[in-house]
């Protein structure tokens, strides 16, 4: 069994960030100043609440729902090239943000996919992003969109492909890590 302190380190480092700004802010301006950036992130919680809600609702439904051995069969290290272009295909697809797509990519981890399915995955969400493409033309324009995801078309399958060689054999390792 891990220790607390390997379990919880993110927990930890983003507590000393916490603190390190907290002083910042009150050696720069005082209390107030330390209540403002305090107010402005329970603002913040309360106002992306409900999609962090719906995005752990929608993971939890997924991992229930959908089998382990659906997954491992569609998106396992088994899966080989099939499973990471499905990936990809989900990751540019799926509309929200990393609030939305990291519970999903959680799910899929502990239901058994593999390594490279969940980089493609991600990488595919941050990359070929479906719902980005509206905005991304009518602010640089149709021309470097389509340069762009003609430069970055080619890059989620090779990251997953590269990932699953190199790396794919520590997934279980990995699973046996979060879990803890």
Known sequence: MPSPMKKYWVHFLLSIVIVILALLAYLQSGWDLVLDGILAGIQIL????????????????LQALVKKEFITRWLGTESGIKGILLACLGGGLIPGG??????????????????GVLIAFVSAKNLWSVSRLPFEIAILGTTITIRRYMITFLIPPLLGIFTEKIFGSRIKNIRENIEA
């Open 46 to 61: 309360w106002r992306e609440l409900p999609l962090l809600a719906a995005a752990f609702l929608t993971a939890g439904f």
């Open 98 to 115: 990393p609030y939305a797509y990291y519970p999903i990519a959680s799910a899929l981890l502990k239901s058994g996919a593999g390594l």
